[in-house]
């Protein structure tokens, strides 16, 4: 990769050079499938990680959201980095540190090792998400073409949360869970080898927030470690109260930042739109129950009921599998209907799915669990869609990429979450399916509520906001 490049090489260029449109999109979609991979593989093989490298639940709890919090922390920043030095060189730096911390997963001799090279992938996926889109936005310059591109590059996506759950079930049952992160070294080499047929992005004026980078990580941090913790040994505890002080302080200063300085990472201006706050609490909700429930699920099918990895991971295959189809379906409701009918339809679909859940016990049939769970993952396919629309339709168009990256934040921060308040909700509880019945039910009550909160919108729900 030269440094000369970016002055020379423009948007049209791309899409006509060595690598071609195609081994742009190929990278771009390679990326996104890995960065999407990642968040779901880990959690069938959790019980296997605990008897290899003990830890108890909140052990557990941090091999998923290490990777999630620093991905949903750094992402706003991510992109001002991209556009900044290049859309290919964060791409391919990005995709070298997830390699290697991938590596270092698949290695690592401890728990304390793992996890703080789960951290380092999460940072990396947070470079490497704005950039894979760049890269695809920059390779297609034609409006139409580009519009294609995207849609394929979204299936990497949804490709990666179907197989997640069944290939680290296999995985972890054939071969050790410790393959579920080597899997990821060929397909980054896939991904570097079309990286270098693809010339340098050029590189635009873009300034970082550093206090506002700082804050978000330490808010996020403190947090997502004060629920886990105080579910594992007492919210009475003085580090756990230590940690939720230091979030509640980051919280404000973060805010403050946004607020006062010239150039931040978040513009709370977005937030004067009632359209734009309700899209990001619902993306939120959403993201808590899908991933709060693989989680959770994961935990219930192999330690109470004794299935092994592979069997945990073909019980998500009927939830998984139609979420590509869904999305499609969602798009052209969203254009009949407006996107409050498919964003309402799939958050009470997802509702109906979680109630019925509380239903299950330690003798159901395993495939009745696995039937009742396809609500949930039809009822996010059916939402993301139009919410999405909805979002970018509220806001002007020279902060699309802005909202998205919002949105994108609030998701992930809701799974984080989600998993952190469920595995205080299961450790605190009388028996593990008292705790599981306890998170079901609070997503539950969650999708209600924002379920209502999307009705109360108006019924154009377009509300631009000026920033």
């Known amino acids: 990769m030269t440094t000369s490049a970016p002055r020379t090489h423009t948007a ?3 899409s006509d050079a060595r690598g071609g449109s195609s081994v742009v999109l190929g990278a771009a979609l390679l990326g996104f499938f890995l960065i999407s991979l990642d968040a779901l593989i880990v959690t069938v093989a959790l019980p296997d990680i605990g008897r290899s490298l003990g830890g108890g639940m909140s052990g557990l709890q941090w091999v998923v959201d290490g990777y999630t919090l620093m991905f949903a922390a750094l992402m706003l920043s991510a992109g001002a980095l991209s556009d900044r030095i290049g859309a290919r060189r964060a791409f391919g730096g990005g995709l070298v540190l997830f390699a290697l911390a991938s590596a270092a997963c698949g290695l690592a001799p401890g728990l304390g090792v793992l996890l703080a090279a789960r951290l380092v992938q999460g940072a990396a996926a947070a470079v490497m998400m704005p950039a894979s889109l ?3 936005r920059q390779g297609f310059p034609d409006q139409a073409k580009r519009a294609r591109a995207i849609a394929i590059w979204t299936v990497g996506g949804a490709v990666a949360v179907a197989a997640g759950p069944v290939l680290g079930g296999a995985l972890t049952a054939s071969v050790g869970w410790r393959w579920i992160f080597f899997v990821n070294l060929p397909a980054s080499l896939l991904a570097l080898a079309l990286l270098t047929r693809v010339p340098a992005s050029p590189r635009l004026p873009s300034r970082l927030d550093a206090i506002g980078q700082v804050t978000a990580v330490a808010a996020m941090g403190g947090l997502t470690y004060g629920v886990i913790e105080g579910g594992a040994e007492g919210f009475d505890r003085s580090a756990v109260v230590a940690s939720l002080l230091v979030a509640a302080a980051a919280a404000a200063t973060f805010v403050a930042a946004q607020a006062k300085g010239a150039h931040p990472m978040l513009p709370l201006p977005l937030f004067r739109s009632r359209v734009v706050a309700v899209s990001l609490v619902v993306g939120f909700m959403l993201n808590a129950a899908y991933y709060g429930g693989v989680f959770v699920f994961s935990l219930y099918l192999q330690q109470e009921r004794g299935e092994s990895a592979l069997h945990a991971g073909l019980m998500f295959i009927p939830m998984t599998a139609l979420v590509a189809v869904v999305n499609l379906a969602s798009a052209k409701l969203a254009g009949r209907f ?8 799939g958050q009470l679909v997802g509702t109906a799915g979680l109630v019925a859940l509380t239903a299950v016990g330690a003798n159901t049939d395993v495939w009745v669990v696995a ?3 396809v609500p949930v993952g039809l009822g ?3 939402a993301v869609p139009a919410l999405t629309a909805m979002l970018l339709d509220a806001v002007p168009a020279d902060r699309a990429g802005t909202a998205g990256a919002v949105l994108n934040t609030a998701r ?3 799974g984080a979450i989600a998993v952190a308040v469920y595995g ?12 599981m019945r306890w998170s079901v039910l609070l997503a539950a ?3 209600i509520a924002t379920a209502g909160a999307t009705l109360a919108l108006p019924r154009a729900a377009r509300q631009v906001t000026k920033v």
Do not use: D, I, N
């Not at 407006?338 to 339809?345: L, T």
């Not at 205080?424 to 705790?435: I, K, R, S, Y």
């Open 12 to 14: 049209s260029s791309l």
């Open 134 to 136: 760049a890269l695809v």
């Open 338 to 345: 407006g996107p409050r009918v498919p964003m309402v339809a």
């Open 371 to 373: 039937l009742l769970m």
């Open 380 to 382: 996010g396919a059916l």
């Open 412 to 414: 992930q921060v809701g």
């Open 424 to 435: 205080a909700l299961l450790a605190g509880a009388a028996t593990f399916l008292a705790g």
């Open 445 to 447: 009550a969650g999708l």
